[in-house]
């Protein structure tokens, strides 16, 4: 039987590695592993690493002189943790090669362990922007999970670098929160977008406003107003035309049944209730 390598189309190197002597290039990846989400979800690896080992390798960019990581940061992190404790466990990698846009690809659509933020993403897109990439060729590396339909997961895109280059104090407010009276009320990114869009330097104002609003409320994050989409839309249009069928079908009987009735009224109510029906 012939051996996998000679079956493979493509060679991948793939070695045991010890964690340590992968390098985290500054910058890089767009995680951030100092959130409270991804703490938690490093802590989780660790543990599972720690009975079962690591069951899913991560990739790296072997230089010849450095072996820098693309994709794994929370496994890696959680594999030195470890070390720290003694425990020398090897970290399963696979070696990736290809030009920075092929590189930050790879790690947008490899970080489907723990979904990436909004302000992640955004900067993780803005990079690829930079390099003549668009939002839908991005959208493309969205992870299917998330639930995305194209259409929505280009919009997600172009709202996440919006949401990259707005303000300082406005990624400020989705990342930590705004404080009320005490109280740390969240803001979602739909809104600091929103906010963002409609009038940048009163972005953080606004967003102030939005929390102390949501906190009299009784709520832990400030969120944009739903608004009415298209079927919603066209159902209340639909409602509302049946509504003036309705009325002036029944103008029209109290007329019909009025002695004598008014044959030019009942004309023009005819008339209404025509235009209004092939409107229906």
């Given at each position: 039987?012939?051996?996998?390598?000679?079956?493979?189309?493509?060679?991948?190197?793939a070695y045991g590695i010890d964690p340590r002597k992968i390098i985290i290039k500054t910058g890089f990846n767009c995680r951030?592993?100092?959130?409270?989400?991804?703490?938690?979800?490093i802590a989780w690896l660790k543990e599972s690493i720690r009975e079962r080992g690591v069951d899913e390798p991560i990739f790296i960019e072997n230089t010849g002189s450095a072996i820098n990581l693309i994709d794994g940061e929370c496994r890696l992190l959680a594999c030195r943790e470890l070390w720290d404790e003694g425990i020398k466990v090897k970290v399963p990698t696979i070696s990736f090669k290809g030009d920075e846009v092929a590189v930050l690809k790879k790690s947008l659509i490899a970080n489907n362990g723990l979904p990436l933020t909004v302000l992640e993403?955004?900067?993780?897109?803005?990079r690829l922007m930079a390099h003549g990439q668009t939002a839908e060729e991005i959208a493309a590396y969205i992870a299917p999970h998330l639930g995305y339909t194209p259409q929505k997961?280009?919009?997600?895109?172009?709202?996440?670098v919006e949401l990259q280059q707005a303000p300082l104090s406005v990624k400020d407010a989705v990342e930590h929160g705004v404080e009320v009276e005490g109280e740390t009320i969240a803001v979602s990114?739909?809104?600091?977008?929103?906010?963002?869009?409609?009038?940048?330097?009163k972005a953080p104002e606004a967003l102030?406003?939005?929390a102390v609003e949501a906190k009299a409320k009784g709520k832990k994050e400030a969120k944009r107003p739903k608004t009415a989409g298209k079927v919603t839309k066209a159902k209340v249009e639909a409602e509302k035309r049946t509504r003036t069928l309705e009325k002036i079908g029944d103008d029209m009987a109290k007329?019909?049944?009025?002695?004598p009735f008014d044959a030019d009224l009942l004309e023009t109510l005819a008339e209404e209730w025509e235009a209004a029906r092939v409107l229906q």
């Open positions: 039987m012939a051996s996998l390598r000679d079956m493979g189309s493509k060679m991948w190197e951030d592993t100092s959130s409270p989400e991804a703490k938690k979800h993403l955004g900067k993780a897109a803005e997961a280009v919009k997600h895109v172009k709202d996440a990114p739909a809104l600091a977008v929103q906010a963002t869009r409609k009038n940048r330097e102030k406003k939005a007329e019909i049944l009025r002695v």
